[in-house]
């Protein structure tokens, strides 16, 4: 990344930031320098080490009630799944192919769709 500004640049850079969001990294962190790339990170952590690659500070104890633990497994299975398939979004919106990656509007309604049974 760097150089000139441009439209395809600004516009990659806010596919990415959904990645940036849930795993508090950057594309431009000394992790990803010989061609591993915040992309590819994600990617390799799909599905069984993402809860690995979230920054923990998204991970803090909630507000499920710790004397039950069936309650409490049942919480931790909701956010895992929610999170491999917010960060399966992101890889797929991150694609730097133009073709390839999500439109926008598409994003935003897998995005809701997941919000809406994690709060609910």
Same mark, same amino acid.
């Given at each position: 990344?760097?150089?000139?500004?441009?439209?395809?640049?600004?516009?990659? &850079?806010? +596919?990415?930031? @959904?990645?940036?969001?849930?795993t508090g990294k950057?594309?431009?962190?000394?992790?990803?320098?010989?061609? @591993? &790339?915040?992309?590819?990170?994600?990617?390799?952590?799909?599905?069984?080490? *993402?809860?690995?690659?979230?920054?923990?500070?998204?991970?803090?104890?909630?507000?499920?009630?710790?004397?039950? *633990?069936?309650?409490?497994?049942?919480? $931790?299975?909701?956010?895992?799944?929610?999170?491999?398939? $917010? *960060?399966?979004i992101g890889i797929?919106?991150?694609?730097? &192919?133009?073709?390839?990656?999500?439109?926008? *509007?598409?994003?935003?309604? +897998?995005?809701?769709? @997941? +919000?809406?049974?994690? @709060?609910?």
């Open positions: 990344m760097g150089g000139e500004a441009s439209t395809e640049g600004d516009v990659y &850079s806010y +596919r990415i930031m @959904l990645l940036e969001l849930f950057r594309p431009t962190d000394d992790m990803f320098e010989g061609g @591993l &790339s915040l992309h590819e990170f994600a990617k390799r952590a799909m599905p069984t080490q *993402v809860i690995e690659i979230v920054d923990q500070l998204l991970l803090l104890e909630g507000n499920a009630d710790s004397n039950n *633990v069936n309650g409490r497994y049942e919480q $931790i299975a909701r956010v895992n799944e929610c999170l491999v398939s $917010i *960060v399966g797929v919106w991150s694609l730097e &192919s133009p073709g390839e990656h999500m439109q926008m *509007v598409d994003v935003v309604k +897998r995005l809701v769709a @997941l +919000r809406d049974p994690l @709060l609910g």
